[in-house]
Protein backbone atom coordinates (compact mmCIF):
# COMPACT_ATOMS: atom_id res chain seq x y z
CA UNK A 1 0.00 0.00 0.00
CA UNK A 2 1.57 2.99 -1.15
CA UNK A 3 -0.88 5.88 -0.58
CA UNK A 4 -2.81 4.71 2.41
CA UNK A 5 -2.21 3.40 5.87
CA UNK A 6 -3.77 2.98 9.32
CA UNK A 7 -2.71 4.37 12.25
CA UNK A 8 -4.29 5.34 15.44
CA UNK A 9 -4.34 8.96 15.56
CA UNK A 10 -4.72 11.75 18.68
CA UNK A 11 -7.42 13.63 16.85
CA UNK A 12 -9.40 10.93 15.04
CA UNK A 13 -9.53 7.65 16.89
CA UNK A 14 -8.92 5.06 14.20
CA UNK A 15 -8.11 7.28 10.73
CA UNK A 16 -7.41 5.87 7.46
CA UNK A 17 -4.72 7.61 6.18
CA UNK A 18 -4.65 8.50 2.65
CA UNK A 19 -1.66 10.79 1.28
CA UNK A 20 -2.10 11.44 -2.30
CA UNK A 21 1.43 13.50 -2.34
CA UNK A 22 5.50 12.18 -2.55
CA UNK A 23 7.52 12.27 0.34
CA UNK A 24 8.17 15.73 2.00
CA UNK A 25 6.46 17.73 -0.62
CA UNK A 26 5.26 20.11 1.17
CA UNK A 27 5.03 24.21 1.06
CA UNK A 28 6.59 24.23 4.77
CA UNK A 29 9.80 23.18 6.24
CA UNK A 30 8.19 23.06 10.35
CA UNK A 31 11.08 22.71 12.94
CA UNK A 32 9.46 20.00 14.31
CA UNK A 33 8.28 18.19 11.82
CA UNK A 34 8.91 14.15 12.26
CA UNK A 35 9.85 13.92 8.44
CA UNK A 36 12.77 16.19 8.73
CA UNK A 37 13.60 19.12 6.44
CA UNK A 38 11.39 19.34 3.50
CA UNK A 39 13.04 17.72 0.38
CA UNK A 40 10.53 19.25 -2.36
CA UNK A 41 9.06 23.04 -0.88
CA UNK A 42 6.66 24.46 -3.34
CA UNK A 43 3.29 25.91 -3.72
CA UNK A 44 2.60 24.30 -7.14
CA UNK A 45 -0.48 22.20 -7.29
CA UNK A 46 -0.53 18.95 -9.38
CA UNK A 47 -1.94 15.77 -9.69
CA UNK A 48 1.21 13.37 -8.33
CA UNK A 49 -0.07 10.43 -8.48
CA UNK A 50 -3.74 9.00 -10.44
CA UNK A 51 -7.08 9.48 -8.55
CA UNK A 52 -7.65 5.91 -9.66
CA UNK A 53 -4.46 4.14 -8.09
CA UNK A 54 -5.42 5.63 -4.67
CA UNK A 55 -8.95 5.30 -5.34
CA UNK A 56 -8.48 1.42 -5.37
CA UNK A 57 -6.15 1.38 -2.61
CA UNK A 58 -8.64 2.84 -0.43
CA UNK A 59 -11.34 0.37 -1.99
CA UNK A 60 -8.62 -2.56 -0.95
CA UNK A 61 -8.73 -1.16 2.95
CA UNK A 62 -11.86 -0.82 3.21
CA UNK A 63 -12.19 -4.35 2.25
CA UNK A 64 -9.43 -5.92 4.05
CA UNK A 65 -10.68 -3.92 7.61
CA UNK A 66 -12.05 -5.88 10.34
CA UNK A 67 -13.39 -2.48 11.92
CA UNK A 68 -14.86 0.41 10.14
CA UNK A 69 -12.10 3.04 10.88
CA UNK A 70 -13.80 6.42 12.64
CA UNK A 71 -12.92 8.97 9.41
CA UNK A 72 -10.94 8.67 6.19
CA UNK A 73 -8.06 11.02 6.66
CA UNK A 74 -6.45 13.02 3.88
CA UNK A 75 -2.95 13.74 5.24
CA UNK A 76 0.21 12.62 4.64
CA UNK A 77 4.06 12.92 3.89
CA UNK A 78 3.96 16.32 3.60
CA UNK A 79 1.15 18.99 2.51
CA UNK A 80 -2.11 16.89 1.04
CA UNK A 81 -3.87 20.42 -1.03
CA UNK A 82 -1.17 20.17 -2.86
CA UNK A 83 -2.44 17.08 -4.97
CA UNK A 84 -4.69 19.00 -7.71
CA UNK A 85 -7.17 15.84 -7.27
CA UNK A 86 -8.02 15.78 -3.62
CA UNK A 87 -11.48 17.26 -4.39
CA UNK A 88 -12.13 14.20 -7.30
CA UNK A 89 -10.82 12.16 -4.89
CA UNK A 90 -12.56 13.38 -1.75
CA UNK A 91 -16.39 12.93 -3.97
CA UNK A 92 -15.10 9.63 -4.96
CA UNK A 93 -14.99 8.27 -1.79
CA UNK A 94 -18.09 10.15 -0.75
CA UNK A 95 -19.19 7.65 -3.49
CA UNK A 96 -17.62 4.53 -1.88
CA UNK A 97 -18.51 5.31 1.68
CA UNK A 98 -19.95 7.46 4.43
CA UNK A 99 -17.40 7.23 6.38
CA UNK A 100 -16.42 10.62 7.39
CA UNK A 101 -13.97 12.28 5.43
CA UNK A 102 -11.19 15.07 7.56
CA UNK A 103 -8.43 16.63 6.24
CA UNK A 104 -5.58 17.45 7.91
CA UNK A 105 -3.75 20.26 6.03
CA UNK A 106 -1.16 23.09 7.09
CA UNK A 107 -3.83 25.29 5.96
CA UNK A 108 -1.18 27.23 3.78
CA UNK A 109 -2.91 26.92 0.07
CA UNK A 110 -6.57 27.61 1.98
CA UNK A 111 -6.43 31.49 -0.03
CA UNK A 112 -6.68 29.60 -3.06
CA UNK A 113 -9.76 29.45 -4.17
CA UNK A 114 -9.33 26.21 -5.87
CA UNK A 115 -8.33 24.55 -2.65
CA UNK A 116 -10.95 26.03 -1.12
CA UNK A 117 -13.77 24.84 -2.99
CA UNK A 118 -12.46 21.23 -2.93
CA UNK A 119 -12.30 21.04 0.23
CA UNK A 120 -15.93 22.14 0.43
CA UNK A 121 -17.33 18.80 1.05
CA UNK A 122 -14.93 17.52 3.72
CA UNK A 123 -16.54 16.69 6.86
CA UNK A 124 -13.71 17.86 9.06
CA UNK A 125 -10.67 20.39 7.88
CA UNK A 126 -8.02 20.67 10.42
CA UNK A 127 -5.86 22.88 9.56
CA UNK A 128 -2.54 24.47 11.49
CA UNK A 129 -1.34 27.85 12.52
CA UNK A 130 1.58 27.57 14.77
CA UNK A 131 2.31 31.64 14.10
CA UNK A 132 0.06 35.17 13.65
CA UNK A 133 3.42 37.22 13.13
CA UNK A 134 5.54 36.98 9.80
CA UNK A 135 8.70 36.85 12.13
CA UNK A 136 7.56 33.58 14.11
CA UNK A 137 5.99 32.39 10.70
CA UNK A 138 9.56 32.19 8.82
CA UNK A 139 11.13 30.46 12.00
CA UNK A 140 8.96 27.74 13.17
CA UNK A 141 7.43 27.00 9.75
CA UNK A 142 10.17 28.00 7.44
CA UNK A 143 7.19 28.40 4.45
CA UNK A 144 7.77 28.86 0.66
CA UNK A 145 9.24 31.96 0.20
CA UNK A 146 5.77 32.83 -1.86
CA UNK A 147 3.86 32.55 1.45
CA UNK A 148 2.77 35.28 3.65
CA UNK A 149 1.35 34.42 6.86
CA UNK A 150 -1.26 37.53 6.46
CA UNK A 151 -2.55 35.62 3.42
CA UNK A 152 -2.30 32.23 5.12
CA UNK A 153 -4.37 33.50 7.79
CA UNK A 154 -7.00 35.18 5.61
CA UNK A 155 -7.34 32.03 3.98
CA UNK A 156 -8.68 30.17 7.17
CA UNK A 157 -11.01 32.73 7.89
CA UNK A 158 -12.36 32.71 4.94
CA UNK A 159 -12.58 29.13 4.53
CA UNK A 160 -13.99 29.00 7.98
CA UNK A 161 -17.27 31.37 7.35
CA UNK A 162 -17.92 29.21 3.98
CA UNK A 163 -17.73 25.97 5.44
CA UNK A 164 -20.31 23.60 6.59
CA UNK A 165 -18.54 21.12 8.23
CA UNK A 166 -16.49 20.92 11.28
CA UNK A 167 -13.02 23.16 11.50
CA UNK A 168 -10.55 22.28 14.05
CA UNK A 169 -7.60 24.26 14.42
CA UNK A 170 -4.61 22.53 15.33
CA UNK A 171 -1.69 24.72 17.25
CA UNK A 172 1.53 23.04 17.76
CA UNK A 173 3.58 24.78 20.89
CA UNK A 174 7.42 24.33 20.65
CA UNK A 175 9.14 25.78 23.55
CA UNK A 176 11.26 28.94 22.40
CA UNK A 177 9.34 29.43 19.45
CA UNK A 178 6.13 30.55 20.04
CA UNK A 179 4.80 29.61 23.73
CA UNK A 180 5.99 33.23 24.64
CA UNK A 181 4.12 36.59 23.34
CA UNK A 182 3.32 35.13 20.06
CA UNK A 183 0.49 33.30 22.27
CA UNK A 184 -1.78 36.00 22.39
CA UNK A 185 -1.80 37.14 18.84
CA UNK A 186 -2.12 33.45 18.09
CA UNK A 187 -5.26 33.39 20.47
CA UNK A 188 -6.49 36.85 18.65
CA UNK A 189 -6.22 35.28 15.06
CA UNK A 190 -8.25 32.16 16.79
CA UNK A 191 -10.97 34.46 17.42
CA UNK A 192 -11.85 35.57 14.17
CA UNK A 193 -11.21 32.31 12.56
CA UNK A 194 -13.84 31.19 14.79
CA UNK A 195 -13.10 27.08 14.93
CA UNK A 196 -15.20 24.40 16.29
CA UNK A 197 -11.94 23.63 19.06
CA UNK A 198 -8.01 24.20 19.31
CA UNK A 199 -6.10 21.33 19.32
CA UNK A 200 -3.03 22.10 20.91
CA UNK A 201 -0.24 19.55 20.09
CA UNK A 202 3.40 19.64 21.58
CA UNK A 203 6.14 17.54 20.15
CA UNK A 204 5.37 14.42 21.27
CA UNK A 205 6.98 11.93 19.34
CA UNK A 206 10.71 12.41 18.34
CA UNK A 207 10.83 15.17 15.47
CA UNK A 208 14.21 15.35 13.53
CA UNK A 209 15.63 18.66 14.58
CA UNK A 210 15.87 19.46 17.61
CA UNK A 211 13.22 20.87 19.27
CA UNK A 212 11.31 20.66 22.86
CA UNK A 213 7.88 20.35 23.83
CA UNK A 214 6.97 23.95 25.83
CA UNK A 215 6.30 23.92 29.20
CA UNK A 216 3.70 26.27 29.22
CA UNK A 217 0.64 23.88 27.33
CA UNK A 218 -1.05 23.78 30.06
CA UNK A 219 -1.53 27.38 30.87
CA UNK A 220 -1.72 28.33 26.80
CA UNK A 221 -3.83 25.57 27.08
CA UNK A 222 -6.60 27.39 29.13
CA UNK A 223 -5.80 31.01 27.40
CA UNK A 224 -6.44 29.50 23.87
CA UNK A 225 -9.74 27.09 25.20
CA UNK A 226 -8.17 24.53 23.34
CA UNK A 227 -8.37 20.56 24.10
CA UNK A 228 -4.96 19.74 25.27
CA UNK A 229 -3.72 16.85 23.24
CA UNK A 230 -0.15 16.24 24.03
CA UNK A 231 -0.90 12.16 25.14
CA UNK A 232 0.21 9.49 22.77
CA UNK A 233 -2.56 8.15 20.42
CA UNK A 234 -4.57 5.57 22.14
CA UNK A 235 -6.32 2.67 20.11
CA UNK A 236 -5.68 -0.44 18.08
CA UNK A 237 -4.09 -0.75 15.05
CA UNK A 238 -5.52 -2.80 12.95
CA UNK A 239 -2.82 -3.98 10.13
CA UNK A 240 -5.00 -6.16 8.84
CA UNK A 241 -4.89 -4.17 5.51
CA UNK A 242 -1.24 -5.14 5.26
CA UNK A 243 0.44 -8.49 3.88
CA UNK A 244 3.60 -8.21 6.01
CA UNK A 245 4.79 -6.82 8.93
CA UNK A 246 7.80 -4.87 6.90
CA UNK A 247 5.04 -3.52 4.26
CA UNK A 248 3.03 -2.36 7.66
CA UNK A 249 6.08 -0.67 9.41
CA UNK A 250 7.34 0.80 6.43
CA UNK A 251 3.93 2.06 5.80
CA UNK A 252 3.27 4.05 9.20
CA UNK A 253 6.98 4.68 9.53
CA UNK A 254 7.44 6.67 5.80
CA UNK A 255 4.41 9.43 8.06
CA UNK A 256 5.81 9.32 11.41
CA UNK A 257 7.60 7.45 14.58
CA UNK A 258 5.85 4.92 16.28
CA UNK A 259 6.20 4.05 19.69
CA UNK A 260 7.99 0.66 20.69
CA UNK A 261 4.69 -1.36 22.21
CA UNK A 262 2.98 -0.47 18.98
CA UNK A 263 6.04 -2.14 17.19
CA UNK A 264 5.37 -4.76 18.89
CA UNK A 265 2.00 -5.04 18.33
CA UNK A 266 2.70 -5.21 14.33
CA UNK A 267 5.65 -7.91 14.83
CA UNK A 268 2.65 -9.80 17.13
CA UNK A 269 0.05 -9.46 14.28
CA UNK A 270 2.54 -10.91 11.46
CA UNK A 271 4.23 -13.59 14.40
CA UNK A 272 7.21 -11.66 12.28
CA UNK A 273 10.52 -12.03 14.64
CA UNK A 274 12.33 -8.71 15.73
CA UNK A 275 15.09 -9.05 13.59
CA UNK A 276 13.57 -7.85 11.17
CA UNK A 277 13.73 -4.19 13.02
CA UNK A 278 17.32 -4.40 12.32
CA UNK A 279 17.30 -3.19 8.98
CA UNK A 280 14.53 -1.20 8.67
CA UNK A 281 14.52 0.77 11.52
CA UNK A 282 16.01 2.84 14.27
CA UNK A 283 15.12 2.75 17.82
CA UNK A 284 15.10 6.67 19.49
CA UNK A 285 14.20 7.59 22.88
CA UNK A 286 12.21 11.23 23.29
CA UNK A 287 10.76 12.17 26.53
CA UNK A 288 11.13 8.89 28.22
CA UNK A 289 9.94 6.31 25.88
CA UNK A 290 11.18 4.46 23.21
CA UNK A 291 10.57 4.94 19.17
CA UNK A 292 10.97 3.29 16.27
CA UNK A 293 11.41 5.28 13.01
CA UNK A 294 12.68 4.46 9.69
CA UNK A 295 16.73 3.66 9.57
CA UNK A 296 18.00 6.68 7.15
CA UNK A 297 19.23 5.80 4.23
S1 LIG B 1 3.34 21.19 7.33
FE1 LIG B 1 3.38 19.14 8.17
S2 LIG B 1 4.48 17.89 6.64
FE2 LIG B 1 4.86 20.06 6.15
S3 LIG B 1 6.80 20.47 7.17
FE3 LIG B 1 5.16 21.07 8.57
S4 LIG B 1 4.81 19.28 9.88
FE4 LIG B 1 6.00 18.59 8.09
Known sequence: MKHVYLAPSRRLGISLGVSPIPFKTCSYSCVYCQLGRTTC??????EFFSTKEILKEVEVALKRLSARPDHITFVGEGEPTLASNIGQLIEKIKEMTDISIAVITNGSLLFNEDVSSELMDADIVIPSLDAASEEVFRRINRPHPSLKIDRVIEGIEDFSRQFDGQLYVEVMLVKGYNDGSEVEKIGEVLKRIKPDGVYLMSPIRPPCEKVEPSERIEEVSKLLKAFNVITPESGEFHPEIYSSAEEALKSVLARHPLREEQVLEILNYFKAEKTILDSITE?????????YRLRST
Request: net charge positive; aromatic share 14%.
Open 41 to 46: KTVKRR
Open 283 to 291: RVSFAGSTY
